[in-house]
């Protein structure tokens, strides 16, 4: 009776053994995800302070050519206005990325940061067009006021580039990404909605688990929704996952909301 009790304590201990050293090394993914994340996010504020500077070099320009245009009476300015109106428009467009990565990259650990959910959300848009634009297109279906909740601006714009992402890669060519608010009187709801492949029912409830991925190996950690839903947790919010097979899937998030 002794050596069972013996044996019984051993694995026990070897239990408790193994566990602490799983959890110790999900820790540490979490950490290598979080150095990442710090590291994407340098830069990405390099990139956007490399390029805003030619940027404002070329609207400079530019409306130093159209005062120009103004000021001679003899040069045909509806010839030549066309031109500029292009140059303009490309430089906002270029703008509107910049200003996104500048966002996207901010390097807080505040939590008391009063966030704008659409213009998170259009952020988030801009900086991934790029990438969808080849494969799909994203539909903003928002409300008509802002909503505005409590947080962490740097952190909601990660919820939202993991989930767009996600969304991405689940569709095929011609696939929709819709993104959805609604407001009430006491809470707001984000829908992330994708005409993609869908998540079977099995799967389903673990798509959250850290290191839980159906992606091909060294394509995807199995972290970022992990991540996503501990981010969610630490604004008080909540995530729901609908999907269905050859359908799609639909994420619906809800934060306290916060009014101004």
Not at 1 to 28: C, G, H, P
Not at 61 to 81: I, S
Not at 180 to 205: A, F, N, R
């Amino acid at each position: 009776i002794y050596f069972t009790l013996y044996m019984k304590a051993v694995q026990d201990k070897n239990r408790r053994i193994k566990q602490s050293t799983m959890e110790v090394k999900k820790a540490n993914k979490k950490l290598i995800q979080s150095e990442k994340m710090a590291s994407l996010g340098l830069l990405a504020a390099g990139v956007a302070h490399e390029v805003n500077n030619p940027l404002n070099f070329i609207k400079g320009v530019a409306e130093t050519l159209e005062m120009e245009l103004e000021g001679d009476q003899e040069v045909n300015k509806e010839k030549y206005m066309p031109y500029l109106n292009v140059i303009n428009e490309g430089v906002e467009r270029a703008s509107v990325i910049v200003n996104s990565l500048n966002q996207f990259s901010r390097q807080s650990e505040n939590m008391d940061e009063v966030c704008d959910l659409h213009d998170i959300l259009r952020n988030s848009v801009h900086v991934l067009q790029p990438k969808i634009k080849k494969k799909g297109k994203v539909k903003l279906e928002l409300a008509e006021e802002s909503p505005f909740i409590i947080g962490n601006q740097g952190k909601i714009h990660q919820i939202f580039i993991n989930l767009i992402s996600n969304a991405h890669d689940a569709i095929d060519a011609n696939g929709t990404i819709t993104l959805k608010s609604k407001t009430y009187k006491k809470k707001i709801e984000i829908w992330v909605v994708d005409s993609g492949t869908g998540i079977s029912k099995d799967i389903l409830p673990k798509v959250t688990n850290p290191f839980f991925t159906t992606k091909e190996v060294g394509k995807g950690t199995g972290l970022g929704l992990s991540i996503t839903q501990n981010i969610i947790d630490e604004h008080g919010g909540e995530l729901k996952i609908k999907s269905k097979l050859g359908v799609g899937s639909k994420f619906v998030l809800s934060f306290p909301r916060f009014n101004k």
